[in-house]
């Protein structure tokens, strides 16, 4: 049997860090919005005991270290399943960018060996299950928009964006969530967000008042070393952007537009310089099923 998968990207509207935890790991507050932006997966079935990754993008790993591969063993242990699986990773998520890429990955082998080994597993039941992949891979099986507490698994359905075109640029640098979270201060956050003011804009479609107040607790560590990140900010509320900010511990910048065409010119412009840039719509679903 052979699966198709659309994995898609998010972006963070607000980050807080609120706590931390005994094991290192902190408790945040974020709102989290699934964008059409997504890497395609093919998941086939083997007779072998094995799990083979296969994708194109050099940046991406082909071992044990690969999220896929950890969502596949994870898999076939828990249900102690004998044959192997073959994975091919198209990527247009950008890697290692603050965009869950590698999260989504392994939320939809997750999503698409449920599929091919009838499991029958509930969607909250293959999100406990995710959690051990990583902390953002049970919104990434969610999908939509959310608000996530706890270290990011605790997540409440919200309305999200629709009439809105964002922009996603990303710089040439690549940046480890790990090391992010590790040096982070939070006595040098110059603003942390008012979580429930934005929830509130977002109800009430107030993308202005959203944009004008977003805030992410990482950009103090990211942005500092790598000024290319504020660059990327002015040059889009230079092209009339309603709001831009990093997304997740960086380095991808957003920018928010209420129109196609500013959206579109800015897109041009800052493509001239920054390879992967996309101007993308939100997604109001999670891992997508290709029939
Ligand atoms: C910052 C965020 C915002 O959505 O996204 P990305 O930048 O990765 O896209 C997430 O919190 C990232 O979630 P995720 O990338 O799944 O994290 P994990 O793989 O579980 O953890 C990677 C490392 O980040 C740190 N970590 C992660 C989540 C969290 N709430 N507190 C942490 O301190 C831990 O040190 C951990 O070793
Ligand atoms: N399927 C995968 N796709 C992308 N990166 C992966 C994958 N599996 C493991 N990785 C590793 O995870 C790291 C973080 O990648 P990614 O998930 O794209 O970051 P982020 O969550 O910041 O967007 C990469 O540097 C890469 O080495």
Not at 37 to 62: A, R
Request: aromatic letters at 6%; glycine letters at 8%.
């Amino acid at each position: 049997m052979v699966i198709k998968l659309k994995s898609r990207a998010k972006i963070n509207l607000s980050i807080d860090v609120v706590g931390k935890r005994e094991d290192g790991y902190h408790l945040v507050e974020m709102i989290m919005q699934s964008i059409d932006l997504y890497d395609n997966i093919q998941i086939e079935e083997i007779k072998e005991d094995k799990i083979i990754i296969q994708s194109e993008n050099k940046n991406v790993p082909l071992d044990e270290s690969n999220i896929m591969y950890k969502a596949a063993s994870l898999v076939k242990q828990k249900f102690n399943i004998k044959t192997g699986v073959k994975i091919n990773l198209h990527k247009n998520i950008p890697v290692a960018a603050g965009m869950a890429g590698g999260s989504s990955n392994g939320a939809a082998v997750l999503v698409g060996l449920n599929n091919i080994w009838n499991l029958n597993l509930r969607e909250d039941e293959l999100m406990d299950l995710g959690l051990s992949l990583g902390a953002d891979v049970p919104f990434c099986i969610m999908g939509g928009a959310a608000l996530a507490q706890g270290i990011g698994e605790k997540l409440t359905k919200i309305k999200g964006l629709k009439d809105t075109h964002i922009l996603i640029c990303k710089p040439n640098i690549f940046v480890s969530t790990k090391d992010v979270y590790t040096n982070l201060d939070m006595s040098k956050v110059r603003k942390r967000p008012d979580t429930q003011m934005l929830l509130d804009y977002i109800n009430k479609e107030d993308i202005k008042g959203l944009c004008t107040n977003m805030e992410n607790v990482l950009e103090s560590v990211t942005e500092k070393k790598y000024p290319v990140i504020s660059e990327i900010k002015n040059k889009m509320i230079k092209y009339k952007a309603l709001g831009s900010m990093m997304s997740g511990s960086g380095p991808t910048v957003f920018g928010i537009f209420d129109d196609y065409e500013k959206g579109q010119y800015a897109k041009e412009n800052l493509k001239l310089i920054h390879e992967e840039t996309y101007l993308v719509k939100p997604y109001g679903g999670g891992i997508e099923i290709e029939r």
